[in-house]
């Protein structure tokens, strides 16, 4: 199994700044990519960031700029810090790893959500 446990949401004023978290544990081998991916309600879930094993990144256009996308590869962490929030970036967001397992195999991997509220 591969179990994703993030952390780091909360509500905050539009202008403010917040860093989720994302640790990855299990059976795991190694970590291809990490990425964010957010849901608001009545929205399709959408992808914010997202960093493979090298360390290149790419992000949504809506948050180019603002957020920045890392990771520790010796913890199994991503992160991301997110700057100069609005209020449209309020949503549900989502860890997801893509991860090659002790046993050979390849898996995708999600984390429970972590609510991001942001509001005066």
């Known amino acids: 199994q591969v179990q994703l446990v993030e952390s780091g949401g909360g509500l905050v004023q539009p202008g403010g700044s917040l860093r989720l978290s994302c640790a990855a544990s299990?059976?795991?081998?190694?970590?291809?990519?990490m990425g964010w991916y957010r849901q608001a309600p009545g929205k399709q879930r959408e992808l914010v960031a997202v960093i493979n094993s090298g360390g290149s990144t790419n992000y949504a256009d809506s948050v180019k700029g603002r957020f920045t996308i890392s990771r520790d590869n010796a913890k199994n962490t991503a992160y991301l810090q997110m700057n100069s929030l609005k209020p449209e970036d309020t949503a549900v967001y989502y860890c997801n790893a893509d991860v090659w397992t002790v046993v050979g195999g390849r898996v995708g991997s999600w984390g429970q959500g972590t609510q991001v509220t942001v509001s005066s």
């Open positions: 299990g059976i795991i081998s190694s970590i291809y990519s």
